[in-house]
């Protein structure tokens, strides 16, 4: 646990830094004098509660939701997660304050920040899409013989798009097993060289 002085530090830091946020644009006269408290000449002070109160909302976070990973899709949480990239970047060029890293270290915090694979999940209407285009394809094969749509062939155009998005997605990793499996019992070429 951190030390007591510290643990004060924190709680400080997160109530100026909420009312930072809270009042920023409004003008009113209580963050105006908080502010006012910090001129140019304390600007170090003013930068170590916002780190602290960071810190704070990181440990706040943690506790939330059992992760110190923010998505890019939380818009909630978008300044911490800038944040805590941040507080990456500075570790790894050596320029984090050690008694910062050793607070986050202490806390849980990994700085090696690992990107776990997950199983794509599709909701059922991008599954039946998915489904329609490849009944399609099936429907081309038999026609043509191959699953190597032109993109000059006007008739076929939406399918030429989807078979390259296909061949993107196998290329890029982002594809199912199941759906790369089905795409090779087909008879489907992933790499076309012209």
């Known amino acids: 646990m951190l030390p007591e002085y510290k643990n004060d530090r924190l709680r400080l830091a997160g109530w100026l830094l909420n009312l ?93 920040h690992c990107i776990c694979s997950r199983k794509r999940k599709y909701t059922s209407q991008q599954e039946d899409a998915w489904n329609v285009m490849y009944g399609m394809l099936v429907n081309y094969k038999e026609k043509h013989g191959h699953c190597n749509v032109c993109f000059h062939d006007k008739a076929n155009r939406k399918l030429a798009v989807w078979v390259n998005t296909q061949r993107t997605a196998h290329k890029e990793g982002k594809m199912t097993q199941e759906r790369e499996h089905r795409l090779e019992m087909l008879g489907f070429v992933w790499s076309i060289r012209v």
Request: a positive charge.
């Open 20 to 112: 930072e946020e809270r009042l920023r644009f409004t003008g009113r006269r209580e963050y105006d004098e908080v502010m006012g408290y910090f001129d140019k000449t304390k600007r170090a002070t003013k930068l170590d509660w916002i780190w602290y109160g960071r810190f704070k909302q990181l440990l706040e976070y943690k506790r939330e939701y059992h992760t110190f990973t923010i998505s890019k899709c939380d818009a909630k949480h978008k300044k911490l997660r800038r944040w805590v990239i941040r507080q990456r970047e500075m570790e790894k060029d050596n320029r984090l304050p050690l008694e910062r890293k050793e607070m986050m270290v202490a806390a849980g915090f990994a700085f090696t």
